[in-house]
Antibody
Framework: EVQLVESGGGLVQPGGSLRLSCAAS????????MSWVRQAPGKGLEWVAN????????YYVDSVKGRFTISRDNAKNSLYLQMNSLRAEDTAVYYC???????????WGQGTLVTVSS | QSALTQPRSVSGSPGQSVTISCTGT?????????VSWYQQHPGKAPKLMIY???KRPSGVPDRFSGSKSGNTASLTISGLQAEDEADYYC??????????FGGGTKLTVL
């Protein structure tokens, strides 16, 4: 059974940093693109970042470029999102998702809530 | 990276059919056959319902179907059931390994 379990969310002050983790199991993690998708309270889904199977390519939505960094450790079957210079508008549930190339997100975690507030 | 346009809400009675539209541009929906649809119940993670415009993953009922014409994709749910009540999001590849979601549509089963 495929499982994606996010952790690391919490309350952080504006300008602060947070590192999210996603532990994957039940599939060959190293064979998949991986992504982070977020959802602000009461709002829709927003793609945040993608990373290629070997970590050599990374892509970001414009609003997080230069502030967020996606990374992975295939030996640990883990995905990460380092979030710096956080803003109130980054408040959201962050989902980890496996991605079938450019085509679709096939498996999703349950999400971790990040709240940016003073 | 502008969001795709979906109606905020649609509704239908049990047994009826509903269609949810998703309008983008030639740079996303119209440019690629990589439109997917996700169902999200309150407090739950999204679930893939349709991929590559009109393909269904294993386990998704054939009451769910997808199509595309030009810059607009559509999700049709036939034989509505109470459990279909949820939020639905379209998503399209937008080039350069980026994707864009629609704003979401709340489906109410009357």
């Amino acid at each position: 059974e495929v499982q994606l379990v996010e952790s690391g969310g919490g309350l952080v002050q504006p300008g602060g940093s947070l590192r999210l983790s996603c532990a994957a199991s039940g599939f060959t993690f190293s064979s998949y693109w991986m992504s982070w998708v977020r959802q602000a309270p009461g709002k829709g889904l927003e793609w945040v970042a993608n990373i290629k199977q070997d970590g050599s390519e990374k892509y970001y939505v414009d609003s997080v470029k230069g502030r967020f960094t996606i990374s992975r450790d295939n030996a640990k079957n883990s995905l990460y999102l380092q979030m710096n210079s956080l803003r109130a508008e980054d408040t959201a549930v962050y989902y980890c998702a496996s991605k079938y190339g450019p085509r679709y997100f096939d498996y999703w975690g349950q999400g971790t809530l990040v709240t940016v507030s003073s | 990276q502008s969001a795709l346009t979906q109606p905020r809400s649609v509704s239908g009675s049990p047994g009826q059919s509903v269609t949810i539209s998703c309008t983008g541009t030639s740079s996303d929906v119209g440019g690629y056959n990589y439109v997917s649809w996700y169902q999200q119940h309150p407090g739950k993670a999204p679930k893939l319902m349709i991929y590559d415009v009109n393909k269904r993953p294993s386990g998704v009922p054939d009451r769910f179907s997808g199509s595309k014409s030009g810059n607009t994709a559509s999700l049709t749910i036939s034989g509505l059931q109470a459990e279909d009540e949820a939020d639905y999001y379209c998503c399209s590849y937008a080039g350069s390994y980026t994707v864009v979601f629609g704003g979401g549509t709340k489906l109410t089963v009357l």
